[in-house]
């Protein structure tokens, strides 16, 4: 099966913890990307990758790091400097700068306990 | 500029009606516009989308109109069905650049009623 898939689908973070969601993809995509959904606010961009080893900061970067060292891998990382983290995550990826299309990961839900 | 503006926030139609969402841009550099379909817990799929060179695409039940002079673009669903509920989004973008960055307007909560 071809896809992106995203785990966990559920991940609970404590005061202080930094936390990594993971994203793959086996479409062999070039750019990959994460998203931030909130209530009431669609989708927010938070870091892209448009190919390996290399990546840019989106709209609402602070408290959030990525590395892309493989092309099919796109980890994000939640750090405790990000004070509200509560909120789904979406990985999405594209095929190539000639296509638009972004497709998207069935996403994590991200919780405070 | 870089905002997409979206309305209603939901929408509630009877099964058989025309669902109408909107869509409202600045940045006249946007030239690919996207709708996508949601369902609760999942991610977004991508439903229709067009670019500025054409006043109106159709596949289905479902159709965007586009209108260039009034920066503005909806998404029309006819027959709506009970299946069609969800959570819409309409998404800018532009081609220079190749960054695929892609701003999403808020979202519209449709419920189609049996």
């Known amino acids: 099966d071809g896809g992106i898939t995203q785990s966990p689908k559920y991940l609970f973070r404590k005061e202080g913890q930094n936390v990594t969601l993971s994203c793959e993809q086996n479409l062999n995509h070039d750019a990959m990307y994460w998203y931030r959904q909130d209530p009431g606010q669609g989708l927010r961009l938070i870091y892209y990758?448009?190919?390996?080893?290399?990546?840019q900061k989106g709209d609402i970067a602070e408290g959030y790091s990525v590395s892309r060292e493989k092309k099919e891998s796109f980890p994000l990382t939640v750090t405790s400097a990000q004070k509200n983290p509560t909120a789904f995550y979406l990985c999405?990826?594209?095929?190539?700068?000639?296509?638009?299309?972004?497709?998207f990961g069935p996403g994590t839900r991200l919780l405070v306990l | 500029q870089q905002q997409v503006k979206q309305s209603p926030q939901s929408l509630i139609v009877q099964k058989g009606g025309i669902s109408i969402i909107n869509c409202a841009y600045e940045?006249?550099?946007?030239?690919?516009f996207p709708w996508y379909q949601q369902f609760p817990g999942k991610g977004p799929a991508l439903l229709i989308a067009i670019r500025p060179d054409v006043s109106e695409k159709k596949e289905g039940r479902f159709t965007i109109s586009f209108n260039k002079s009034a920066k503005q673009f909806s998404l029309h669903i006819m027959d709506s069905q009970p299946g069609d509920s969800a959570t819409y989004f309409c998404a800018a973008s532009m081609r220079s650049g190749n960054t695929g960055k892609l701003i999403f307007g808020q979202g519209t909560t449709l419920q189609v009623k049996p």
């Open positions: 940045n006249t550099a946007f030239d690919y």
């Open positions: 990758s448009q190919i390996v080893n290399d990546f």
């Open positions: 999405a990826s594209r095929t190539s700068p000639s296509r638009e299309t972004q497709y």
